[in-house]
């Protein structure tokens, strides 16, 4: 976690609230736990916002202000792996896990805002007794409508706006003259949302009117009611249409969902304060949302739903399948970011389709093109893809497509060394009809077993049959991660001419952080073991600017394994250890991946041999780093003073 927080930013000013801002502060000074309590529209996310951001800006908690939103989430099952996503928390497990949540939060001194949890009571209250409880350093501030009960909790009971509303109104409206402002204020009950909506109403509409339209005090209800009837059928049509989005959306997403050109009808609704647009820190193009009671007065105007999200589903669809066919370009970092961004659609999205009979084809492709893209892997997001994948699983039945997923799930367990679902799956998918010439992701699984598990040299002809697969069928994507796991295998398990051929095939694609992972594993294996640290370096370097998490694991592998063979070994000891917390971190488990281990083993009964009873404590140092304190380390040059000269990892002697 090198983010200091994700606080959202604001496209309008805060106005009032200013004893309620400083009341929670104060008491977050001396609870864990504060939970802003009030009905709907009343602004209790405005004001955590403001709370996060006022801390932040002074630097309060050294690790940051994280904001998550739980508004949009339906399934209380996801609360884990949408609290660990939204705080940047590798989450690679196949099961939710709370352990891992509460091993990156222990020792950090951060505040958490779970924003709108009213829906998910119950789940929301044993997270956060348990975070509370194993987290010193945590501080909570919740909203909802009704308090958590959970012990320690402070409450802080949001009113409507009292002298503060007139004002609001005002700046709203972006008129110092509103006639009969104190009259709007008092008719829609002080309620901050409802403020906004009548601020935002048509020009020829006089207050006068608004006042009759609402005929006395007005529920939030009765003024929702009032804005739609401000709208014209189009513009009402597409705030109903918008409800079934889970999380905010672009231009290209409410077209789809609507089904036709919907520029002006959107831009009235954000006139009209149904609809917020902020700016995209990705594309920098604008983004919208519904805030959470417009939404949900927005799906009651909603005939059905149905066809709006088919229409979700297969716009987030083709835009994955873009993804994935795109990622190899100079533009990967941004397909990495818009899919971060787009994630809660498109989690929704695969759910929607695998849980509807006519688009599982769908949704099972979705789900295996997620991980094709790398998303899921370099986010560290890769228990959210098995969740998927497995959920496909369930509803897919028949092959070709069955056997492609089930080699696909087969692939991702192998590439973790997580043998205890791979061998299962290899096993089933052996057992359906064969395809295996042609279904490349079939022959990527035999390939990858073969590599992985029985360290063979039987699979380089299998990838090599891969990397014309993907060249006939594939993207540029594909084929060169067949070309990488290609030459890699030919590294470990063939000859020096071999694997320089191979290597030299895979350079032809450009500097990258995998290439230059591998002219270090090259030079470790068949060259000088001292040349293998500065590419190993370039590379940990890289993958770390590109936010990896899945990458930094084999750099350290790689950089412990040059480090042994050079002599450095205090600093291979420390790597060593850095590398099995990171093992436990990306859950890779480098023991069941053969041609790894087996150089692990060598440089660690090096390392061991050589420092003696030192070796404990060394490797104990390196595995208390924390992951940034760790890369630190790693990114470190070696010193002279800790080369020695040592033979190659083969024994051999050096190239002159």
């Known amino acids: 976690m090198t983010v200091r927080g994700n606080v959202p930013a604001q496209t309008t000013t805060f106005i009032g609230r200013r004893a309620m801002l ?13 939970t802003l309590v009030g009905t709907g529209g009343i602004g209790k996310t405005r004001i955590a916002v403001e709370v996060g951001r006022g801390a932040a800006r ?9 904001v998550v939103p739980l508004a949009g989430l339906k399934d209380p099952a996801q609360l884990l792996r949408t609290v660990a996503a939204e705080l940047r928390i590798v989450d690679n497990s196949p099961d939710a896990c709370l352990w891992r949540l509460v091993e990156s ?19 929301v209250r044993h997270l956060v007794h348990h975070l509370l409880r194993d987290c010193e350093g945590l501080t909570i501030l919740t909203t909802s409508r009704e308090p958590l009960g959970v012990y320690g909790e402070r409450l802080v009971r949001v009113p409507p706006l009292g002298e503060d509303a007139v004002p609001l109104l005002r700046e709203r409206a972006a008129d110092d003259g509103v006639p009969e402002a104190a009259a709007l204020c008092r008719a829609v009950n002080g309620l901050p949302l409802a403020i906004e ?32 009837r401000q709208c014209t059928d189009e513009e009402r049509r597409l705030w109903a249409t918008l409800s079934v989005l889970p999380a905010d959306f672009d231009l290209a997403a409410a077209e789809s969902v609507a089904g036709e050109d919907v520029l002006e009808p959107l831009a009235a609704l954000v006139r009209g304060s149904i609809v917020v647009a902020t700016t995209s820190p990705v594309t920098r193009q604008t983004r919208y949302r519904l805030l959470d009671t417009v939404s949900q007065f927005g799906a009651r105007m909603l005939t059905s739903a149905d066809e709006p999200l088919r229409r979700h589903a297969l716009h987030y669809s083709a835009f994955v399948d873009e993804a994935a066919r795109s990622w190899r370009s100079p533009d990967e970092r941004l397909w990495l970011g818009r899919l971060r961004e787009e994630w809660p659609n498109i989690r929704a999205a695969v759910g929607y389709a695998l849980e509807t009979p006519d ?17 899921t892997s370099v986010a560290g997001l890769l228990g959210q893809a098995r969740d998927l994948l497995a959920a496909a699983r369930k509803v897919v039945t028949e092959p070709p497509l069955l ?35 042609v279904d490349r992701h079939l022959v990527l699984a035999e390939a990858t077993h073969l590599f992985f598990v029985a360290g063979s040299s039987d699979c380089v002809p299998l990838y090599a049959h891969v990397v014309e697969l993907c060249r006939e069928q594939a993207s540029a994507g594909d084929t060169y991660i067949a070309e990488l796991m290609h030459a890699t295998a030919v590294c470990f398990l063939m000859d020096a001419d071999m694997a320089a051929t191979g290597l030299i095939g895979l350079e032809t694609n450009g500097v990258n952080a995998w290439g230059l992972w591998l002219r270090a594993l090259y030079e470790l294996l068949h060259g000088d073991p001292a040349q293998a640290h500065p590419p190993a370096l370039e590379a940990l370097r890289m993958q770390l600017a590109h936010g990896d998490t899945w ?22 000891a420390r790597l060593l250890g850095a590398l099995r917390s990171q093992e436990r971190v990306a859950r890779i488990s480098f023991a069941n991946l053969s041609p790894f281990h087996q150089l692990l083993e060598r440089a660690d009964r090096n390392v061991r041999r050589v420092l003696g009873d030192d070796y404990q404590v060394i490797t104990t140092l390196g595995q208390d780093l924390r992951q940034e304190q760790a890369m630190e380390f790693a990114l470190e040059p070696v010193p002279d003073s800790e080369r020695r000269p040592s033979r190659g990892v083969s024994g051999r002697p050096r190239r002159s």
């Not at 006068?208 to 739609?228: C, H, P, S």
């Not at 930094?552 to 042994?564: H, T």
């Open 551 to 572: 990458g930094p694991a084999f750099s350290l592998w790689l950089l412990a394994c040059a480090c042994a063979e050079t002599g450095a070994h205090d600093r291979a």
């Open 403 to 437: 056997t492609s997923l089930l080699a696909h799930c087969a692939c991702l367990a192998l590439a973790q060394g997580d043998l205890a679902a791979a061998i299962p799956l290899m096993n089933e998918v052996r057992a359906l009809p064969r395809m295996t010439k």
């Open 58 to 66: 002074a630097s309060v908690f050294q690790h940051g202000v994280w």
């Open 105 to 123: 939060l222990y020792d950090k001194h951060l505040m958490l805002v779970l924003d709108g949890c009213e829906h998910l009571l119950e789940s």
């Open 197 to 228: 909506l009548v601020a935002a109403r048509p020009a020829e509409t006089s207050s006068a009117d608004v006042l009759d339209q609402l005929d006395g005090e007005a529920a939030l209800e009765r003024v929702f009611e009032w804005a739609a």
């Open 22 to 34: 400083a009341e929670t502060g104060a008491l977050l000074g001396t609870a864990r736990l504060v």
């Open 359 to 375: 688009l599982a084809e769908t949704g099972t492709v979705m789900a295996m093109n997620l991980q094709r893209s790398r998303f």
